[in-house]
């Protein structure tokens, strides 16, 4: 249970032969009914926009915002492919709705895998009848598994709305920052809902979600969140959608940044004091990508020195006098100067896999809270080679 | 020779005791006849701004722009220290102002190290006499040495500008991102100028050399780039002074990215094509502190499809159709999809130690150059703790 939690959607996943691995690499999610539903996408800000984003804004715009099915794969991008990629991905579509009995605008499509690499379109189409064929609602495991590249856990989400159901799946370990964060998601819900509302939902789901989660700066090609409706619950509150849409999506995003690649922290990076919301949202984004500042969790060390000098080179507004720095609670600095503490009860902190840190600086009523974590050995491990 | 290679100029370098290595930590740069000439001085944009910086802009505003000597410490930054800090500074240049009998504005100073510790004022007040009695016109090297940090070697230049010379040393490893590039860099000459023409030189000087490497995108709290002059070779044409100061500062840079912390790689990443200069050095700063593509770098992988990301999102103007890559003048990306390309020859040009990397946009003149690094284990086992 998971995208399919929600009654109305059917959902697989396959190993196709797109990984050279043989891991599963094809996924889809659909209508148990084959029929149309409201659908509502949001996509990477990234100007190097990727052909299956391309193909899909295309889609929802062709039906005013319907899909019966969304096909996804795993080990190719199909990114910085050109008009032969905006190809591939129709074909996708096509060859998906061939199998349906539906018009190909019909189904959306998403991509994750190296980029720059032509997609083996062939291994696709000849694996797109067995995982429409393995369609069931007890696919949702392995939907999510198949999406999966340097992820070493499906991330998965059921979220119970009071009446309704919202579930979902997603992937991403790295090139994560917004906007979007950098992922693919499928979410699913049995409340009904226009395309619109459900437009309005996602936007007010990723903000303090996907949107909040910084791994490495890094904004991909590909990323795209998809919500479905059924409507078999039937209407349902608004607020009561966009708050249980929210919760789904900050339940995965926080089970992206737990699986951030060789990350070994988790960390909530907040900003208070600033002179307004925007510039605590730019301080704990630029602290939460300084490597200094990554590399002292990674090692356990408090040092408060870099988080300062961060934020007094962000260009927001900063006084040293009046700024001032937590770990776990514990007061660190006050004042830009060192504050007595309890060494040991900072030193425990620190180790804990879980840091909440607070730099307030003291101007203010601004607050932002950015998800993110360390920088270890490991990340250069998995990105020192195409991946 | 370095710091004392123009004539006029003397220098020393001894341990005080600071750094609990052992190692040289107290340096001294000095007119040889004790006599004040003009002076200048370029500083961090960090609004963290260290006790030093503060009080050599101090100096440097009350004297109009002279100066007899300046006292540098490594192992300590004396930043994030509060007005205790500042009192350091005061008594570090007071000290050096009663060895020479001058008085202490004509003193600059300048720290690196540590952040947020107090200055051990007691042991470097006690070193200052033995730095001051060492001054010597061969003290240039040991001067480079004292200011080193994590750095591996010293930092030291020496130009021709045809009649009279710039020479100078500086320090920086890590936290090298403008404005400025962070370090410290004392040049001296001999060539006549006045304070407001020193001044136009080293802004003209620092643009293309320190302001133009990014090691990590950290701005430190200390930056200092001070140049003397003695005035003993008379008058010299404005330009050439420009162009003497530019190529030391460029040779200074180059060799603190040469020694950046952990880094295999020199790299020089140019971007060509941009709407705008403005847009194009935006967009080489942001691959240059991009860590998958600093990833990519150290494992020897041109992943290209990283640099198109990256350009793709760091709001810039940017075309997938127009755009090409090329490692080592071989074009491996063309319209944003693979080029064919002897794959052979960019696998020798990355096994390199300096790579030369040009993204093109292909949508006007813009162009500008980062000269940056890879991000390797090392860098991480550099920075995990306070260093």
Known sequence: MSVTAAPGFVAAGVAAGIKASGNPDLSLVATADGKPV???????RNKMTAAPVITTR?????????????????????????????????AMCAAVATE???????????STGLIGIPMPIDVIKA???????????????????AIMTTDTVAKQVVIDGGGFVVGGMAKGAAMLSPNMATMLAVLTTDAAATPEQLKAALVYGVADSFNALDVDGCTSTNDTVLLLASGLAGSVDEAALNDAVARACASLAAQM?????GATKVVRMTVTGAASDEEALLGARYV?????????????????????????????DFDPSKFSVSYGGITVCRGAIDADH???????HMAGRNLEIVADLGLGTGTATILTNDLSHAYIDENMGTS
Chains 1, 2 share one sequence.
């Open 288 to 316: 939460s990508r300084s490597n200094l500042v990554k590399c002292s969790w990674y090692g356990c060390d408090p040092y408060w020195g870099r988080i300062a000098s961060d934020l007094g080179s962000c260009g927001i």
């Open 100 to 110: 349906l009995g539906v018009d190909a605008s019909q189904v959306l499509v998403c």
């Open 342 to 348: 309890d060494a040991a009860a900072v030193a425990s």
């Open 58 to 90: 295309a889609h929802l715009e062709a039906t005013a915002g319907h899909a019966v099915a969304v096909v996804l794969n795993s080990g190719n991008a199909n990114a910085a492919t050109g008009q032969q990629g905006i190809d591939d991905a129709e």
């Open 38 to 44: 409201a659908a509502a996408g949001v996509f990477t």
């Open 127 to 145: 694996g797109i009848p067995s995982v429409v064929a393995a369609r069931s609602a007890d696919g949702g495991q392995a939907a999510a598994t």
């Open 257 to 261: 940044c737990a699986d951030a690649e």
